[in-house]
């Protein structure tokens, strides 16, 4: 068997290193000197290694200051690729919503097979795989700080990229959401106006990290500054009975009459250990959801909830990513949401 040149060696094996993410974009190769020596070769040599992976697009020399790792060049208009991403937060969740049923139809109409993972295939995927195999990709983040090294990554080299559900601070991509401080809103007018005025919000994740999360609290803000009412704030990082009995007993220490919760999860989990409690739903305290799963038409009592339109959502998800790869211009969307009034609330 022949034996490859030693430049190519050379430039085979910084290659490996940065297809591997181990020499990320941004990062500096060795000098010349510094590789010539590692490999006990020329500068001659060392420096014909650093041209091959700047024709290939994966290095750019700057004059003065040295060679970086760089956005590959495409080898493909992503407009020819007809398979798309859907990354979700966790494998098998159910109960975010059915974005599938907008998503999907619109862009099978347009050519595109659409590949659903769950956010660990982002960082077992190398993101030139990523470019290389899929058009674009709708991204529903865990959190507001889900996978930033990645999505940088991505946004420097200008790949298609929606967000779903969430926005993120720092970066370019359009999003889709729903109308969250108008779900918050609602809940908390429609407290208020049956009589109660010591109500709560609820939370698992922290505010500040978590948009949804952050305009659903900043719509109930806005309903009780506007009847000039004092606001109380529930919040529980585990979700084991200890905890929400825990929060049950904050509730009936500061007199709070009702609830509004992140998300109806929460709310049902709320309303099963006040039950325990020997709390009456919604006779002692009042509670809303948020996100009308499945579920809350079935517990007892029915769990008030805001709706979100997840179909509509999907489906303006789709067409924006549609819209990107075509490069063109695309805005945000927020969706309206809706009140759904059933027995927790009660009817004060």
Do not use: W
């Not at 859907?86 to 969740?93: A, E, V």
């Not at 529903?140 to 200008?158: A, H, R, V």
């Not at 809940?187 to 109500?199: M, P, Q, S, V, W």
């Not at 549609?322 to 009660?346: M, T």
Request: glycine share 6%; hydrophobic share 40%; charged share 20%.
């Amino acid at each position: 068997m022949v034996k490859k040149p030693l430049y190519q060696q050379i430039s085979e094996r910084l290659e490996s290193q940065i297809m591997s993410g181990e020499l990320p974009v941004g990062a500096q190769l060795p000098t010349e000197f510094a590789l010539s020596e590692a490999y006990k070769t020329s500068r001659i040599t060392s420096k014909r290694a650093v041209s091959e992976l700047e024709n290939k697009g994966l290095v750019e020399r700057i004059r003065g200051k040295g060679t970086f790792v760089t956005a590959r060049k495409a080898t493909k208009n992503t407009s020819s690729i007809k398979q798309v991403l859907f990354i979700l937060p966790f494998p098998g969740q159910n109960d975010l919503g059915n974005f599938a049923a907008g998503l999907l139809p619109f862009l099978a109409e347009k050519g595109y097979h659409v590949h659903i993972q769950d956010e660990s295939f982002l960082t077992q995927t190398h993101f030139f795989q990523l470019i290389e195999q899929y058009a674009g990709m709708i991204y529903y983040p865990e959190t507001g700080n889900s996978n930033l090294d990645i999505l940088y990554q991505l946004q420097f080299q200008n790949f298609p990229v929606v967000l779903l559900d969430k926005k993120m601070e720092g970066f370019n991509f359009p999003y889709v959401t729903a109308d969250n401080f108008s779900g918050g809103l609602l809940a908390t007018r429609l407290l208020l106006a049956k009589g109660h005025t010591k109500i709560a919000f609820l939370n698992s994740r922290t505010i500040s990290i978590t948009s949804t999360v952050r305009e659903r609290y900043m719509g109930y803000l806005r309903a009780l500054f506007e009847a000039g009412v004092s606001f109380h704030s529930l919040e529980t990082t585990a979700h084991e009975e200890e905890a929400y009995a825990s929060v049950v007993k904050k509730c009936v220490g500061e007199g709070v009459t009702a609830v509004v919760a992140e998300n109806d999860l929460m709310a049902i989990q709320f309303m099963k250990q006040a039950k325990n409690s020997g709390i009456r739903i919604p006779e002692d305290l009042a509670v809303i959801g948020f996100d009308n799963i499945q579920a809350a038409e079935f517990v007892e009592p029915s769990l008030t909830t805001i709706s979100q339109d997840f179909e509509a959502m999907g489906r303006a998800a789709a067409i924006s990513l549609q819209k990107r790869i075509q490069k063109k211009d695309v805005e945000n969307a927020v969706i309206p949401v809706s009140l759904i009034e059933r027995e927790s609330s009660g009817t004060r």
